[in-house]
């Protein structure tokens, strides 16, 4: 079945290093890949998404690409904030499949 | 717009137990999941709604766990008994539905705490 596995947490940067979490995913169908977020208390919001092989997404300084020949979609951030301490998922969703395939997360800590 | 409700926000029970669990989808949206999220399992799928209709039962969450659609508007998710490992926080999702593409919206989540 499909399967995606993320860097095990947690990962401590201090402010201004750079990110990166690596998301390698397995799937014999052509996924939808996401980046999700969780803050404390609240529930994972989507960072972005991208549909399509080779393109790339990013939000509020994060960026992934859709690597499909690596099967990966690692995030990265050039300079990351104490406010982006979070938990990261990053999920797949399958042409014609309703499941999203979740990877463990990884929590990341951000010291100043 | 508003987003995915759910309440109680926090909820303790004694084993044995009954608890009901309550989510109000984004208006609109055709998909509505549950999930129980762990430290050590992370997230797990309990039950899976498409318009209304329940397609996934949860598997081995079956013999205590049961959600229900009474509409569009409304599910809940009913545990009994409890049972001490049942303690996790329980997230309500909701999407759109019929896209590969479609995002789902959490709601803020419920943690359940069973004594």
């Known amino acids: 079945g499909d399967s995606v596995t993320q860097t095990e947490g947690p990962v401590t940067l201090s402010e201004g290093t750079s990110l990166t979490v690596n998301c390698s995913y397995e799937t014999k169908q052509y996924p939808t890949l996401f980046w999700y977020v969780q803050y404390p208390g609240e529930g994972p919001q989507l960072l972005f998404k991208v549909p399509k092989a080779n393109e790339k997404g990013s939000n509020r300084g994060f960026e992934a690409t859709y690597n499909k020949e690596a099967t990966s979609f690692h995030l990265q951030k050039a300079s990351v904030q104490e406010s982006d301490s979070a938990v990261y998922y990053c999920a797949l969703k399958d042409t014609g499949n309703y499941k999203y395939v979740f990877g463990a997360g990884t929590r990341l800590k951000v010291i100043a | 717009d508003a987003g995915v409700t759910q309440t109680p926000r926090h909820e303790v029970a004694e084993k044995g137990q009954t608890i009901i669990l309550k989510c109000e989808p984004v208006s609109g949206h055709n998909d509505l999941f549950w999930y129980r999220q762990t430290k050590i399992q992370g997230l797990e799928l309990l039950s899976y709604?498409?318009?209304?209709?329940?397609?996934?039962d949860g598997g081995a969450f079956k013999d205590r766990f049961k959600a229900e659609m009474l509409n569009s508007s409304f599910s809940t998710l009913k545990i009994q008994p409890t049972e001490p490992k049942d303690s996790a926080v329980y997230l309500c999702a909701s999407s759109l539905g019929g896209l590969n593409y479609a995002e789902q919206f959490f709601g803020p989540g419920t943690r359940l705490t069973v004594l």
């Open positions: 709604f498409r318009s209304k209709s329940l397609m996934e």
